[in-house]
Nanobody, 127 residues
Framework: HVHLEESGGGSVQSGGSLRLSCEVA????????MGWFRQAPGLEREEGEG???????????FVPKFLKGRFTASRDNAKNTAYLQMDNLKPEDTAMYYC?????????????????WGQGTLVTVSS
């Protein structure tokens, strides 16, 4: 099992920013494609949606069209850490955000075949 530790969630007002971090406690971090998924209140995690994915060296990133311009994925392999920068947050971004270490990346739907999940970090955006 690989432990993923998320941090950076919290409460912000609409229009604010947050940066989520996901530290992977394993030196195999560079082999993972790193994704972020979110689960809105009242939904199961399986009903959540992917909000970003980044390939192993950070040269490719995926963000759904409806989030482009507001969400940005990055990673630092030297620190075994992936990041999600969220700007101009809206109340509908309120959700539990999960970090995921995945096997594959593609330009159409991001990270697939998630192998490890973090415990989640809550983001609440008030209007």
């Amino acid at each position: 099992h690989v432990h993923l530790e998320e941090s950076g969630g919290g409460s912000v007002q609409s229009g604010g920013s947050l940066r989520l971090s996901c530290e992977v406690a394993k030196n195999s971090f560079p082999s993972f494609r790193m994704g972020w998924f979110r689960q809105a209140p009242g939904l199961e995690r399986e009903e959540g949606e992917g909000v970003s994915c980044i390939n192993w060296d950070g040269s490719k990133t995926f963000v759904p069209k409806f989030l482009k311009g507001r969400f940005t994925a990055s990673r630092d392999n030297a620190k075994n850490t992936a990041y999600l920068q969220m700007d101009n947050l809206k109340p509908e971004d309120t959700a539990m955000y999960y970090c995921a270490a995945a096997a594959y990346y593609n330009d159409y739907d991001g990270c697939t075949y998630v192998k490890h999940w973090g415990q989640g970090t809550l983001v609440t955006v008030s209007s």
